[in-house]
């Protein structure tokens, strides 16, 4: 699975850290802001061209947890992004 930024969607990473998301469509913009996980997780997926494995390897690696943890808590962060219309997901 690949996890894809919906078209429209821009993105900014502040001096703090912080990931904002702005989703432009015809009816009006939402902005969205991440903390430090859903930063680094949205880097991560971005590093690995959408492949979530790869990602959560890398974030795994990174904050020295199992693959198989962070991989579910990246899919349980990728279903929250995608119900907010942020990101789609290419089988």
Known sequence: MRVRPTPGVSVTVDADGRLDLLDRTDTGSRRFSCGPVGTAMW?????????????????????????????????????????????????
Request: hydrophobic share 45%.
């Open 43 to 91: 880097i991560a997926l971005r590093q690995h061209d959408g492949d979530a494995d790869a990602a959560a390897g890398t974030l795994a690696a990174m904050w020295g947890t199992t693959p198989v943890n962070t991989r579910a808590d990246l899919d349980i962060w990728v279903e929250e992004m995608r119900d907010a219309g942020l990101v789609r997901k290419e089988f």
